[in-house]
């Protein structure tokens, strides 16, 4: 099928578009993705068999042969080329406005308070989770209905051209960078890489008439605002979000909650009714989450890590009043050539917060300590291969009356060990 109306046809037969034949639902339409370690043509039958209205499948799957099914199997040259495209089409035809929210750090909490702000005057659907990829988007837009108002799109990415990729598929007519911070150093090629990329989103925008939320204490987006002179700015001041209560930990957030305010000033949402949606917003997801043990207090930030938001985690832990502080703090991932350097910066950084105790997890850390002079002989300072060996020493010494920031990329599974404080 090459016909973008006929795919869509179908779609509006179904009830929603799954990815994951484990989770067929009755009258979904399945698309059989590909991948480097799975092939979803294998499970067309299996997905179709088990409820699934239609399949959308490569040209070569199996599957096509079966007479008992073939009706009901969409062939095309790529799944996923079909599937952003129906997400395209699925857009167009709502006709909403959507916002694109990216950036180095915070990009799940400005979705979500942006979201909740938004719902205070529209019918919002926003990301779930961390659908934010190649895939997740699409699914996003095509979990919208004829009664959303208005879309929040989070948008991921590691390297350069694959936000412009995603902006192709989500067109936002509005748009918002968190921070330009040092995040997937190794996939943009440095700082300067990941400043172009972010800035996709504004060159949609300018393009296509959009308008970006910029803030005006942060130079480098207000630098990268009026390089784009066809571009329309919205420019605010962080300072909207002082005096408003929070749930979350960390000035940072300050920046997030910011950011959604100013989204809802501009489309004349109540500022009282604002500050209720932001103020009582409870992070969860091991997103700048304070977990009360019973033994301890621990802040839970171990969803995602990259050298900006450890080190604004490491200043706000500092800063906090505590009679002990203890740092868990596991490898940031992707992050090449940069590694080492910015694993060495961060311990001593981390090294320098007064009465603490530092648990350093995993080869770069491991690496970066040995490093260092004078860290090797911190007794208060100690290092671990992996998870599982910093979760036995925690089960033998576990901490008690302290502060404990528990700080990682998603790969170290430092979650793990929260049970354990």
């Given amino acids: 099928m090459s016909d973008i109306n006929e795919l869509y046809g179908c779609f509006e037969e179904c009830s929603c578009v799954v990815t994951d034949s484990r989770r067929i639902v009755p009258d979904s339409l399945f698309f059989a993705l590909g991948g480097e370690r799975f092939d979803g043509n294998r499970f067309v039958a299996d997905a179709l068999r088990g409820g699934a209205r239609y399949a959308v499948a490569d040209s070569d799957s199996p599957a096509a042969e079966n007479p008992d099914l073939a009706d009901r199997i969409i062939r095309v040259g790529n799944s996923l080329e079909a599937l952003q495209a129906l997400a395209r089409e699925h857009r167009r035809r709502l006709a909403i406005p959507i916002i694109g929210i990216v950036g180095s750090n915070g990009k799940t909490t400005t979705k979500e308070l942006t979201a909740r702000v938004l719902a205070e005057k529209f019918e919002v659907y926003a990301t779930h989770g961390n659908l934010n990829n190649h895939i997740g988007v699409p699914l996003t837009l095509l979990s919208m209905t004829r009664d959303t108002q208005f879309g929040v799109v989070e948008m991921g990415a590691s390297a350069c051209g694959e936000i412009a990729a995603l902006c192709a598929i989500s067109e936002p007519n509005y748009g918002l960078i968190t921070n ?39 130079a480098t987006l207000v630098a990268m605002a009026r390089e784009r002179e066809d571009m329309a700015v919205e420019y605010y001041s962080r300072t909207i979000a002082d005096g408003i209560p929070s749930r979350m930990v960390g000035e940072y957030n ?25 103020s009582s917003y409870e992070p969860d997801n091991n997103r700048s989450q304070t977990i009360r043990t019973g033994r301890n207090t621990v802040i839970a ?10 080190q604004a985690a490491i200043e706000t832990l500092a800063a906090r009043e505590a009679a002990q502080r203890m740092l868990i703090l596991g ?9 080492g350097e910015e694993h060495r910066r961060i311990v001593c950084l981390a090294a320098a ?10 080869r770069e850390f491991s690496a970066a300590a040995g490093s260092i002079p004078g860290i090797s002989e911190n007794a208060a300072v100690r290092t671990f291969p992996d998870t599982d060996s910093a979760a036995e020493y925690l089960k033998a010494s576990p901490p008690s009356g302290a502060t404990v920031l528990v700080k990682g990329s998603r790969g170290m599974a430092l979650e793990r060990l929260i049970p354990l404080l």
Avoid: Q
Avoid at 301 to 310: F, K, Q
Avoid at 353 to 362: H, N, Q, R, S, T
């Fill in 254 to 278: 300050r920046a997030n909650m910011a950011a959604a305010i100013a989204v809802g000033r501009y489309f004349d949402i109540d500022m009282e009714r604002m500050r209720e949606a932001v």
């Fill in 301 to 310: 930030d171990c969803y995602n890590a990259n050298p900006s938001s450890m």
């Fill in 180 to 218: 330009i911070g040092r995040a997937h150093l190794e996939g943009f090629g440095g700082v300067e890489g990941i400043r172009r990329g972010k800035g996709e989103l504004f060159d949609f925008l300018e393009a296509n008439g959009g308008r970006a939320f910029v803030p005006t204490e942060d």
């Fill in 353 to 362: 917060v007064p009465d603490a105790e530092l648990l350093l997890i995993g």
């Fill in 331 to 339: 490898d940031m991932l992707e992050l090449g050539r940069w590694s």
